[in-house]
């Protein structure tokens, strides 16, 4: 799996949860790059950031996607997701779902 196919799935992902969770969270494109990607996905209560880069010398190999709660109130567990070597598109573009899933039932 390259970072360009890796770029090209979680577009199209976010094109297609955009218009699924409408009126429910609110996309900020950052950076949008043909080798560099940076979302932050906002619902209600949460507050997530999805990057997608070349591999380097952090803890994923492309993707990262992390969520926090911005209530004062109880804090939720944060969900946390980063690839690595032997993941598959399917399994983060799984991953990914279960975090905007995280963040909009909340």
């Not at 900020?28 to 043909?34: C, I």
């Not at 190999?61 to 946390?80: C, I, N, S, T």
Request: charged letters at 25%; proline letters at 4%; a negative charge.
């Amino acid at each position: 799996m390259e970072l360009y196919e890796v770029i090209d799935k979680i577009q199209m992902w976010l094109t297609t949860v955009q218009t699924m969770y409408s009126g429910k969270i609110n996309v900020e494109v950052l950076v949008e790059n043909e080798d560099y990607l940076r979302y932050i996905i906002e619902s209600t209560n949460y507050l997530a950031e999805l990057v997608v880069e070349p591999e380097g010398f952090h803890p994923h190999r492309f993707v990262l996607f992390e969520a926090l709660d911005k209530r004062k109130g109880p804090l939720q567990e944060p969900y946390f997701y980063v690839d690595g070597k032997g993941s598959s598109m399917e399994s983060i573009l799984e991953n990914l779902n279960k975090g905007i899933q995280y963040i909009v039932a909340g």
